[in-house]
């Protein structure tokens, strides 16, 4: 999918924990600055980096063209939960350790650029999944794009799980928890936990329970249309992450999890296999596979 919109608007979203990263985004700024290009910044993030004139709230974020992440996966997942469903592709620069996610290397960010606001580059859809969360006349919705982990709170007592698939029961899982993984998220908290690594180009979703007390402990692999829905036998505290962040802890009465309308769309410049990236990430080297 290629994008024709020509970019007046960059949301810059850096991580700020890493010391390289405030010099280079100020001057990314600039850079964008002598392109006619304004640059918005997170309000919190505009106070650190002393910028208050481009403090921007999330309303004015998924407004924007364009968004670039300066860090790592974790940037760009932190990305996607402020666009909350907003169609505004992602670029990743990777200034992390992994960087599955991320598009461009630091040394590349301006030729990378050039090419982004040129409209020379291809959009990557991918799956998003949207979680529902019941606690007692509360109701609160997430969108996830790696993964929904459903884990026991601050005590040491396994979760008795009823999960339902399409309204039918399917199994009690007594476990730490369970995880709900996109295919993009095959490869992260899932893959962690024994579950199989799948091609982003697939719509599905994995359910892999986390140190489960049984002999099953296998991923199980559902279609893009399938919904299921997790009642919890026991009202323990529960904690719910939502791509590696903690959004809610405490006694919850459901969750239900299906594929949602939403997609996030990453930026791609160059044609690399998901498999050959797969093995370069992990270090995975053919003598292994032999």
Request: aromatic share 8%.
């Amino acid at each position: 999918m290629a994008m024709a919109k020509k970019i007046n608007n960059i949301a810059i979203i850096p991580n700020l924990d890493k010391p390289e990263v405030p010099a280079i985004a100020l001057d990314l700024i600039k850079w964008l600055s002598k392109h006619g290009i304004k640059s918005r910044i997170t309000e919190a993030d505009a106070i650190k980096m002393d910028v208050p004139e481009l403090a921007s709230d999330d309303a004015e974020i998924q407004e924007c063209d364009l968004v670039v992440c300066l860090g790592g996966d974790g940037t760009i997942l932190r990305a996607v939960r402020l666009l909350a469903g907003a169609p505004v592709p992602v670029i990743g620069v990777n200034l992390g350790r992994v960087g599955f996610l991320t598009e461009v290397e630091a040394a590349d960010l301006y030729p990378a650029m050039e090419r982004v606001i040129a409209g020379d580059f291809d959009i990557d859809e991918r799956m998003m999944l949207k979680c529902t969360v019941k606690a007692g006349e509360f109701s609160y919705d997430y969108l996830a794009l790696n993964e929904v982990a459903v884990e026991r709170g601050h005590h040491q007592r396994m979760l008795e799980m009823n999960v339902y698939i399409n309204g039918i029961s399917f199994s009690q899982y007594t476990a730490d928890g369970l995880i709900f993984a996109t295919p993009t998220g095959s490869t992260a908290y899932s893959f962690s936990t024994g579950g199989p690594v799948v091609s982003p180009a697939n719509n599905l979703i994995l359910l892999t329970p986390i140190n489960p007390h049984s002999l099953f402990g296998r991923t199980i692999v559902l279609a893009e249309h399938d919904y299921i829905d997790v009642d919890l036998a026991k009202r323990f505290e529960v904690l719910i992450g939502i791509d590696g962040f903690a959004v809610l802890g405490t006694v919850i009465d459901s969750i239900s999890v299906k594929k949602s309308d939403a997609k996030a769309l990453l930026v791609k410049l160059k044609e690399k296999s998901f498999y050959t990236l797969f093995k370069e990430k992990l270090r995975v080297w053919d003598t292994w596979l032999r």
